[in-house]
């Protein structure tokens, strides 16, 4: 009988999942999405394939989709994946997510065992890959009688360097507001045995020049909460343990400013009735309506007007008359609009994304310094290399899964050989593979 998977949402990384799935298996695949449109621009009239229009607050018809197939892939925003996860258990259903497990996720251990069911989460990129690359090479490490006392992890999804021609270093492959709101997360690691940690605001603050061998230098500052990772990861030896990201030099301090500024507050502007870019801006720094906005701004940041940080906020269009779009009603909406616009990578050029692993191992003869590093380029007028490594991964464990080659029960993410392995060796399989290094310390 054919297996049926349902994928709930069409965004921007889904396609290479569906187009897995019909390539390698014979599994009828359901994509359910708000906008029908999308889904069917996906599916493309192959014959397994199934678009449906759904609105998440429809419960009767979440219900009757979860109900009727085997595995529910949940790519919407991770707000909903505990509500898609309590159905999953409730019809005894198998659930894949590419998002971070919240608590009330973990809380639900108990119940899919008791249903059993797998409920993968963080298997994606970043979540996900990440964890597998670096995980493969601690327990190597571990069998070879050795234990990782550093461990640093970094990733950024970039435009590849031929695309990077804008000031902002920066280009969007899928929505932007994401990335936006996670410039207000605060930040923890280990670091020689000490805790760092920051608040949201100062996360841009605390940025280090990092060079990856061949590929550039970029910046990197603090991926949310590390401390975490020494457990999740088993690294009971470890005096160093960091998550980070990469982006291009320049982005921290343009980031931090924007932060200052206001522009990512989410909610509406009390008495705010201007109706531009410019307006805002004023708005937001109390500025009087004849003061020259590129002075009062560069004033209130306390930067010359000539600084790179002005230049960008100017070219991006935060001191124009560019109407401020109608269907929204905050800074971080309106900045969500007007990034979009600008720095939306182009159909026809690539992302990049650069995952770098560093480790230092200790034997009892020796001492090593690990290096496992991913380089992963997108496709012209394809798909980008973020919906290929969040996307592929999980297909991958799907396909695992109905196949039964994963019988875990309960709540997990792909910290353990029975996922990991098949996983990153199918994606060697496609080119999508880390370059490792060992050098003797």
Request: glycine share 6%; hydrophobic share 35%.
């Amino acid at each position: 009988m054919t297996k049926k998977v349902l994928i709930l949402g069409a965004g921007m990384i889904s396609r290479p999942m569906v187009r897995y799935l019909f390539d390698k298996t014979d599994y009828h695949v359901t994509m359910a999405s708000r906008t029908v449109s999308k889904a069917e621009k996906i599916i493309d009239g192959h014959p397994n394939g199934t678009a449906i229009a759904l609105d998440v607050s429809d419960e009767n018809l979440l219900e009757k989709l979860v109900s009727e197939s085997d595995l529910t892939v949940s790519l919407l925003p991770y707000t909903f994946h505990v509500k898609v996860a309590k159905l999953c258990i409730k019809h005894k259903k198998q659930m894949v997510t590419t998002s971070y497990v919240s608590d009330e996720m973990k809380a639900l251990d108990d119940e899919a065992k008791n249903a059993g069911i797998l409920i993968l989460n963080e298997s994606g990129l970043d979540p996900g890959i990440d964890h597998m690359s670096a995980m493969r090479v601690i327990h190597d490490v571990a069998e070879k009688g050795g234990k990782i006392v550093s461990f640093k992890s970094s990733t950024g999804a970039l435009p590849s360097h031929e695309a990077n021609n804008n000031p902002f270093g920066y280009k969007f492959s899928w929505a932007p507001r994401g990335v936006l709101l996670a410039s207000k997360n605060p930040s923890r690691w280990l670091e020689d045995g000490k805790e760092k940690n920051y608040p949201g605001e100062q996360l841009f603050e605390n940025y280090y020049i990092q060079d990856v061998p061949g590929v550039g230098s970029f910046e990197n500052y603090p991926n949310r909460n590390s401390v975490p990772y020494k457990d999740i990861y088993g690294l009971k030896d470890a005096q160093t343990v960091y998550r980070g990201t990469f982006r291009m030099t320049g982005w921290c301090e343009t980031m931090r400013k924007i932060v200052a500024l206001g522009w990512l507050n989410d909610k509406p502007v009390d008495g705010f009735s201007g109706k531009t870019y410019a307006d805002m801006t004023r708005c937001l720094i109390d500025a009087k309506p004849d003061d020259d906005l590129e002075k009062a701004t560069a004033k209130y940041l306390d930067l010359e007007t000539y600084s790179t940080v002005i230049k960008r906020l100017g070219w991006l269009g935060l001191f124009s008359d560019i109407p401020l779009p109608e269907d929204q009603d905050n800074p971080l909406d309106y900045l969500n609009v007007i990034t979009l616009k600008k720095m939306a990578l182009g159909s026809d050029e690539r992302d990049m994304i650069v995952m770098h692993h560093e480790f230092v191992a200790e034997y009892p003869n020796k001492k090593e310094y690990i290096t496992s590093t991913l380089v992963d380029y997108g496709i012209p007028n394809d798909d980008s290399s973020v919906a290929r490594t969040v996307s592929i991964p999980a297909a991958i464990a799907v396909k695992m899964i109905l196949e039964e080659k994963i019988n875990l029960k309960g709540v997990y993410i792909p910290v353990v050989p029975e996922i990991y392995n098949p996983i990153l060796d199918e994606l060697e399989e496609m080119n999508i593979k880390f370059d490792e290094k060992t050098e003797t310390l």
